[in-house]
């Protein structure tokens, strides 16, 4: 009998052993769910709860049967007031622990997970990735990037995992303990997925057939981690805005952070405020200057930027040649962007972590994660209004950080392995995000392609790119259309051979109005005739 080897670090690619008595669950490259019915349970739920894995410290501490909930009943998170649209079919709910412990200050800890078993299974697994730092598991429904319909209400097992720790989603405590950072950086996905696999198979008196995963921020560098680590466990990965590499990202919002607090008006103890910048109306006609330079590059202004690579704006056409008015800026409010959205250089003149594109959505308002102009910069962790910034320093600090190191997936860019399988990975950011920039998610997916074969090939049979513009972080945008099925696309990739040249997305920034999301080096052009508020008459062209 294997048992179950931990997770390689530093990159390492590991294949979990998943032989195991007297069940074998099947690798992720079996053969593909066909169109035999849905599967149905082989054990009764609440017997989950005395299943024992020879070889792990996996156990069971709830299961319990959830029945039919009607759309609008189903809570994507217990603090947020948001609920599924759609109706959720019966399942059973079984929540776990791995390797419980005592930890540093004799604090407990244990990776915890929840599984999603559907009551007429379709053969696929999903594994949901996190957000934040974790520290609490999510209720397992498989949301991301999956349009209207959760994987969950399709037939999917999900599971989802606090990665190792409880606590709040930006507490980072957690780290003083090794294994408990260790599983955060990587183990933990590799465990969870070992768990999953084999709880599934038990329950089903089957093996998975095929094995997905989904993702945005931490879950994007989670599905990311599963690619370049777990290469033979995964069929289809779905990685959006992913948090690869959060010391440098940190310091780009640093850099934008400083700039806007050197010319900040102070409070009566004489900080910066750096929100103060730039006024309501400021923003208004940064907003409107960017799209009257951008918007109509697709063929139709419309509130929305699909041709990026041809957007040319410089702040510097709104500074006003006498007094500062509501219809441009002041020089210093001119250089403050400039240099913001440039990204922060070192002493030697290199890049160290991209610029910020001009987007339709960098001034959001009143959405769950603000526009960068309305931030201004701020990082949900970190020093906050830094009036001061040494880059060479930071950077120095970032690359001698053998956490950040582990925890940063942006390094390892040969996933020949993974591919070499046929498996699957489409990446997605909002060109809007005010934390992680997208240009440094699009260098890796091509220094990725460079790696591991070349872009054509790359984009011809594993792996694809999609630019969602006025989006923010993961979802919402004053400007965005953030409902889109990347899911179905991967699966249909990995099972029927159809690579996803583009996808439909929707929104409430726009009722009624759909558009493409095409494919890099592609953008949707407005055909020339036609409903403009309809997809069908849009298509992808080279930029």
């Given amino acids: 009998m294997n048992l179950i080897r931990r997770a390689g670090f530093g990159g390492a690619i590991v294949r979990l052993a998943f032989v195991i008595v007297p069940f074998v669950v099947a690798p992720a490259n079996a053969e593909a769910p066909n169109s035999s019915p849905a599967i149905s349970p082989e054990l009764r739920c609440a017997s989950l709860t005395r299943l024992t894995i020879p070889g792990s ?3 069971i501490v709830k299961a319990e049967e959830m029945p039919d909930a009607a759309p609008g009943t189903v809570r994507v998170r217990p603090d947020v007031p948001d609920t599924v649209s759609v109706s959720i079919p019966a399942y059973c709910r079984a929540d776990g622990v791995i390797d419980q412990r005592l930890g540093v200050d004799n604090k407990p800890y244990a990776i915890g997970f929840a599984i999603a078993l559907p009551e007429r299974w379709n053969g696929r697994f999903l594994f949901q990735g996190g957000g934040g730092l974790n520290g609490s598991v999510r209720p397992p429904l498989g949301m991301q990037a999956a349009g209207d319909v959760p994987a969950l209400a399709r037939g999917f097992a999900v599971v989802s995992t606090d990665s190792g720790h409880q606590g709040a989603t930006f507490d980072g405590s957690f780290r003083k303990d090794q294994e408990a950072a260790l ?9 969870v997925t070992f768990a999953a ?3 599934i198979a038990r329950y089903y008196g089957q093996p998975v057939k095929r094995s997905y995963f989904a993702g945005c921020s931490t879950g994007g560098r989670e599905g990311m981690l599963a690619s370049a680590r777990y290469p033979g466990e995964f069929d289809g990965i779905v990685s959006g805005d992913p948090a690869m590499r959060t010391g440098h990202s940190n310091l780009g919002l640093a850099w934008a952070n400083v700039a806007f607090n050197e010319i900040a008006p102070r409070d009566e103890s004489g900080k910066p405020e750096p929100t103060k910048v730039f006024s309501a109306s400021d923003k208004k006609l ?3 200057a960017i799209l009257d330079a951008c918007d109509a590059k697709d063929g139709i202004k419309d509130g929305m930027i699909f041709d990026s690579a041809a957007c040319r704006f410089d702040p510097a056409q709104l500074v006003c040649s006498g007094a500062k008015t509501d219809l441009c800026l002041s020089p210093q ?9 440039a990204g922060p250089r070192n002493s030697h003149g290199v890049q160290v972590y991209p610029s910020f594109p001009w987007d339709s959505g960098i001034a959001a308002e009143g959405v769950s994660i603000p526009g960068i102009l309305t931030t201004a910069a701020r990082s949900p962790v970190g020093p906050q209004n830094r009036e001061r910034i040494d880059v060479d320093e930071i950077e120095e600090a970032i690359n001698t950080d053998g956490m950040q ?3 940063d997936t942006a390094y390892w860019t040969n996933l020949t ?3 070499g399988h046929g498996g699957k990975i489409l990446f997605y950011h909002g060109w809007s995000d005010p934390w992680f920039s997208p240009l440094d998610t699009l260098d890796y997916y091509e220094r990725m392609a460079k790696n591991s074969g070349g872009l054509e090939q790359i984009r011809e049979n594993s792996s694809r790119f999609f630019a969602v513009p006025g989006m923010g972080h993961c979802s919402s945008g004053a400007a965005a259309l953030d409902r889109f099925d990347l899911l179905s696309a991967v699966v249909d990739w990995v099972e029927q051979g159809k690579a996803p040249d583009s996808v439909i997305a929707t929104g409430p920034a726009f009722p009624g109005r759909s558009r493409p999301l095409c494919a890099y080096p592609q953008h949707a052009q407005y055909k020339g005739q036609g409903d403009t508020e309809n997809a069908a008459n849009f298509e992808c062209q080279p930029h």
């Fill in 57 to 59: 410290s996996i156990e």
């Fill in 183 to 191: 599983n955060f950086a990587a183990t933990s996905v590799g465990r």
């Fill in 197 to 199: 696999k084999a709880i």
């Fill in 286 to 288: 940064i907003t409107s």
């Fill in 333 to 341: 409010q001119v250089g403050a962007l400039q240099k913001a959205f």
């Fill in 405 to 407: 190191r582990l925890t």
């Fill in 417 to 419: 392995s993974f591919f």
